[in-house]
């Protein structure tokens, strides 16, 4: 197996590349236009996770957010915010087939946030997954989602448009701690599949040409919950705009402008609350963050 190149990503270079990516926010757009996102996750006990995901990817610009739940989740979540579209289905012994019209209209689908390790609601999402695939939808997978392929990568394998976000344990239990016997799994995954692992300093991963983008250290040391949220949320926001603007390296402009952009929010929510951040305290720094970073200046 060829070497690994490793590619420090060139900061400025990636700002300006990725505001020709956000849209111009122009009068003849109608609702939908800047990005319709779903999200399939959210239990009893993990009802911020899938809000978190949401509510950043409405934030960061994209018009409309669906978030498909279990039953005892969806008044929670509702509860949050007006501003999603709650489907309490994951539980209903006909999720799938409640789920499949609500899919053709979304632009990317993230799976995994909140989930739960229920078996069956892992079968309906590993079911919708399928489904995604089958019909080509662009997917984020986070979480529990990743969960749902650790006995079963040959899911995403060959497929276009996936982008998996793992922290460092969870990539360990897709590829294993060997870096050798990682690279030579990863090489499976075919030319559609990137893999963001979250850490101190992200790597962005392209298997199928042995690339490892790797960005900067960033954010603070504070390391609160709902943080992956955030970042699946935004980013499929920033991959839908950077499908839809014909940018040859979608996923992996959306991965890095992510990457960046939520440790961009954490830095500034510390300089506010430092050791007391909370991943609501970084929802509420996106408008500014956003405006400072990746901004082009309005229409006259």
């Known amino acids: 197996m060829s070497a690994v190149t490793d590619i420090p990503v060139h900061l400025p270079k990636l ?37 978190f995901a949401a509510i950043s990817s409405i934030r960061v610009g994209a018009d409309l957010a669906h978030v498909f739940c279990h039953s005892n989740a969806s008044a929670i979540i509702k509860s949050y915010s007006p501003d999603l ?49 089958d019909t080509k939808k662009p997917v984020v997978i986070d979480a529990d989602g990743l969960f749902l392929l650790n006995d079963n990568l040959s899911l995403i394998c060959g497929q276009p448009n996936v982008i998996l976000t793992p922290n460092v344990m969870e990539f360990q239990r897709l590829f294993g701690e ?18 963001l692992e979250k850490g101190a300093n992200d790597r962005i991963y392209l298997p199928h040409c042995n690339e490892v983008h790797s960005m900067p250290i960033g954010g603070s040391g504070r390391r609160c919950g709902g943080q992956g949220d955030l970042l699946s949320g935004s980013l499929a926001t920033f991959f839908s705009w950077s499908l839809q603007s014909g940018e040859p390296n979608p996923a992996l402009v959306a991965a890095c402008a992510s990457s960046y952009f939520v440790k961009k929010l954490n830095a500034a929510a510390f300089q506010k609350f430092g050791r007391s951040l909370l991943a609501s305290d970084m929802v509420n720094q996106i408008p500014s963050v956003f405006q400072t970073e990746f901004e082009n200046s309005y229409p006259q």
């Open 178 to 195: 060997d870096d050798q016997a990682a690279r030579q799994k990863m090489s499976l995954l075919g030319a559609g599949v990137t893999v």
């Open 85 to 133: 579209i709650v489907h309490p289905v994951l539980d209903c012994v006909d999720a799938v087939e409640r789920i499949t019209p609500w899919l053709e209209r979304l632009h990317v689908v993230v799976i995994g946030p909140g989930l739960g390790r229920e078996p069956g609601i892992l079968k309906t999402a590993s079911n919708v997954l399928k489904l995604c695939m």
């Open 15 to 51: 700002l300006a590349l990725f505001k020709t990516v956000v849209p111009k926010l122009v009068n003849n757009k109608h609702k939908g236009q800047y990005g319709r996102i779903g999200v399939i996750g959210g239990s009893l006990e993990y009802t911020g996770a899938p809000y």
